[in-house]
């Protein structure tokens, strides 16, 4: 084992890549509670009933998502980056798709379904790889600070802290209301607990903010620790249904867009994850990264999976910095949050209770460490600065992530004409222009 994940080369050990991996698992264990409250719609009181998925087997088919991802990236790739359902993607399958498309969840996993075959198609091919280094790096991390803030607001709207206002759109909300103070509070010891440097910080704020909860009355109690595993069994293979069932729900502009909303952002939130623990881990070599196309594999292998088991695109985590900041150097340490995500299967009766007000901070503070990408944005550069603002403040104010991505790579290549840098916009550039013109002409 030693010689497959190169320890020596690495400079690692047993010890440092398990307490690295169980890092990794704890900076990023929330997901088990965010994602089933994300995808299942409970904070949306008042829909039809259809439009709701079941929380536990969203719960079930998150942990196997996550585990199946973060196996294959630590065998295949041998990268110390875990998987599993994307934020932000989820958010967009959730309010975007289903909720203001009015898709059902049914089809929205047959276009995760599509997204990742076509990006297994794309690895093996090498063409992800193209257009992943065809795009500036700049808009590249324009869209990670995005998404970042469209989670921050996500987050603060659950809480009821940012609420509707009908003079000024949005407003601040009633601060006196117990759940309110409640997120408040896990926002301020999640703060206090990241601020420190302690590891495994939003897990921990998460998990005080829930039993402070139950103290007051505000988060209902479990009903044990350990139970049974929650079928998967209603969302299990159902993106294949559509396909054979209803074939004509596959045949919309819609669907389309879906289709390419997933791949899209899919493709830059791996890229940017894949270069920042990298970077961090000191595994760069002449600024490429190696083994790229196993990398981005083995995410595409993650993201049909868990397609197929019932959950939104699964994704690299850049909670993975937190591993290979305690030591993590090799995909040892994927694999044992992989396995840690297995073993969490069982814990679905203390996870089960966690609500909104809970899981507030863990959207927010994931928000905080999103945007740190904006700093890398060369800001004194207008021609870039225009296209990277408009990827950053169109999402969260359309309340869309592929939105805020069309208008922002519609811009690009205008600014860099004007500017007379023609020559450094590569040709896919302008393939993309067309793209997301003709975006929000069918949309």
Request: net charge neutral.
């Amino acid at each position: 084992m030693k010689k497959y994940f190169r320890f020596e080369e690495l400079g690692t050990n047993y010890r440092r890549e398990i307490i690295g991996g169980l890092t990794t698992f704890l900076a990023m264990a929330y997901i088990l509670v965010v994602n089933p409250l994300t995808l299942s719609l409970e904070t949306v009181p008042g829909l039809p009933d259809s439009m709701y998925m079941d929380k536990g087997a969203v719960f079930t088919a998150t942990a196997l998502a996550a585990a199946i991802g973060s196996l294959v990236m630590g065998l295949l790739a041998k990268y110390p980056i875990a998987l599993a359902p994307g934020m932000g993607l989820n958010a967009f399958f959730a309010y975007t798709v289903i909720l203001t498309m009015e898709i059902p969840w049914q089809v929205a996993l047959t276009g995760v379904l599509f997204s990742g075959l076509i990006f297994i198609v794309l690895s093996l091919s090498g063409i992800r790889e193209v257009i992943i280094n065809s795009i500036p790096s700049e808009l590249k991390y324009a869209v990670g600070a995005g998404i970042g803030l469209f989670i921050t607001f996500i987050g603060l709207q659950n809480a009821q802290i940012i609420v509707n206002n009908d003079a000024v759109l949005l407003g601040i909300g009633n601060l006196a209301d117990p759940n309110v103070l409640l997120t408040i509070f896990g926002l301020i010891i999640t703060v206090v607990m990241m601020v420190k440097g302690i590891k495994g910080g939003i897990f921990y704020g998460l998990a005080i903010t829930a039993i402070i909860g139950m103290i007051f009355s505000l988060v209902p109690m479990p009903s044990g620790i350990i139970g049974e595993v929650p079928s998967v069994s209603s969302t299990f293979g159902v993106a294949f249904e559509p396909i054979f069932n209803d074939p004509t729900s596959l045949l919309t502009v819609q669907f389309l867009i879906v289709v390419l909303t997933f791949l899209f952002v899919d493709f830059f939130d791996t890229a940017g994850t894949l270069i920042s623990v990298a970077n961090q881990a000191g595994l760069m070599k002449d600024e490429k990264l190696p083994r790229a196309s196993k990398a981005l594999l083995s995410d595409a292998i993650a993201t049909t999976a868990g397609a197929i088991v019932g959950t939104s695109t699964t994704t690299s985590y850049v909670e993975s910095t937190a591993g290979v900041a305690a030591g993590a150097r090799s995909g040892l340490a994927a694999v044992v949050t992989g396995i840690l995500f297995l073993l969490s299967l069982f814990f679905y009766p203390l996870l089960s209770v966690i609500t909104a007000s809970v899981t507030a901070p863990a959207l927010i503070i994931v928000g905080v460490l999103m945007v740190s990408s904006i700093g890398k944005i060369d800001w004194t550069r207008f021609e870039v600065a225009v296209p990277a603002f408009f990827v950053i403040l169109m999402m969260p104010l359309t309340y869309s992530i592929a939105t805020g991505i069309a208008i922002g790579f519609i811009f690009y290549p205008i600014t860099m004409l004007v500017a007379g840098r023609a020559k450094e916009i590569h040709p896919i550039m302008y393939g993309l222009f067309f793209v997301f013109l003709a975006y929000f002409i069918f949309l």
